[in-house]
């Protein structure tokens, strides 16, 4: 004899207030990134993260802090890569191949298109969001300056570099590694976006010039 059937529905796991939360910054980064702020609707965003436009109301009051908090977490991601678990240099290393290392990483979280777009959708809206471009600033090449200061004050502390301000020091390298594949990639878009080879190469010049004007 079959058991009758109870006609209550199987559902998934519910999702957490974190998950749910996630997943509409996730759909937020999708529909700002390919349409533009403008052209994004929250109506959109609430179908693509699979809630209702009332939980994407309850976690952001509005598009505009929806795009602050969406611009805000693609960039500390993207920094956090570059700078969270970075091996301190020891004593046996390679400065050359160590510093080298650091410009690869930078560079490829920098280049890729999410950031890209990222970047150039934060510059197109900065007279609408001031904030937002103060914020990408902050988290990006003022936390690279600022990390890589601290990293040449040591090294100089110990001998491995002859650095009289580790600050200058630092803006002239992350300058010197980054500007010119950002500008172009920035500019010509995400086709020209180097290769792996082409980045290392390009890190590995660069260092030799930082290293030309710094070693002892």
């Not at 004593?91 to 777009?117: F, H, K, M, N, S």
Request: aromatic share 8%; glycine share 8%; charged share 25%.
């Amino acid at each position: 004899m079959k058991a009758k059937k109870s006609g209550v529905k199987a559902v998934g796991r519910v999702q957490t207030t974190a998950e749910k939360r996630a997943a509409v910054l996730e759909a937020a980064a999708k529909v700002f990134l390919s349409g533009g702020y403008l052209g994004a609707s929250m109506d959109e965003i609430a179908d693509l993260a699979g809630v209702s436009k009332q939980t994407v109301y309850t976690y952001f009051s509005n598009k505009e802090a929806l795009f602050a908090a969406m611009a805000s977490a693609l960039s500390n991601e993207a920094n956090d890569r570059v700078h969270n678990n970075v091996a301190e240099f020891g004593e046996d290393d390679d400065l050359e191949g160590y510093l080298v290392g650091y410009a690869v990483r930078q560079l490829e979280v920098v280049l890729t298109p999410r950031i890209l777009q990222l970047r150039r959708l934060v510059i197109g809206e900065v007279g609408r969001f001031p904030e937002l471009g103060a914020a990408l600033y902050a988290g990006g090449p003022e936390r690279a300056i600022a990390s890589l200061a601290a990293t040449f004050e040591r090294l100089a502390d110990r001998g491995a570099l002859s650095v009289h301000d580790p600050l200058l020091a630092a803006t002239q390298f992350n300058w010197l590694i980054m500007s010119a594949p950002l500008n172009r990639t920035m500019l010509l878009g995400d086709g020209a976006i180097p290769s792996s080879k082409e980045l290392r190469e390009h890190a590995r010049e660069c260092v030799r010039m930082f290293l030309a004007a710094y070693s002892r």
